[in-house]
């Protein structure tokens, strides 16, 4: 069982979204990953990613955000770390409750909750480690 670990470290930029799309569609092409599995790892990578960007670093070009991944024939993991202050992610509104439909913010922890096989959250919320069965 051949297990390979890379990391991607970028300034936070929204546009260095590009990066983490063309990784996840590496990755695909290379290990022949499932259809199935490539949406979910790019719906919850980028969503976890650019919240880190967003929420995490407010977008401060003179912080980074660490993008690192394993794989092995079973599983990949991407833990993807900010360094912002964190968040309570022990409270986060439900989206689809009637009160929050209407709300902008909120549904990409809801999206890589249903989409991640696991999911963590550490220090404070500023890692996040993201896990999909392949």
Do not use: Q
């Not at 976890?48 to 912080?63: E, Q």
């Not at 990949?76 to 439909?101: A, C, H, Q, R, S």
């Amino acid at each position: 069982m051949e297990i390979t670990v890379e990391r991607l470290v970028f300034k936070s930029d929204i546009k260095n979204i590009n990066l983490v799309e063309r990784l996840i569609d590496d990755l695909s092409e290379k290990h022949d990953l499932h259809d199935d599995v490539y949406g979910k790892l790019l719906l919850s990578v980028v969503e976890a990613v650019n919240n880190a960007i967003v929420h995490g670093n407010k977008m401060d070009l003179d912080k980074d955000v660490v993008l690192e991944y394993s794989l092995d024939d079973t599983k990949i993991d991407f833990i993807i770390t900010d360094m912002g202050e964190g968040f309570d992610y022990n409270n986060i509104p439900d989206p689809t409750k009637p009160e929050n439909v209407e709300k902008t913010h909120g549904r990409g922890i809801f999206l890589m909750n249903h989409l991640a096989d696991e999911i963590e959250f550490t220090k404070n919320g500023s890692v996040v480690k993201l896990s999909f069965d392949l």
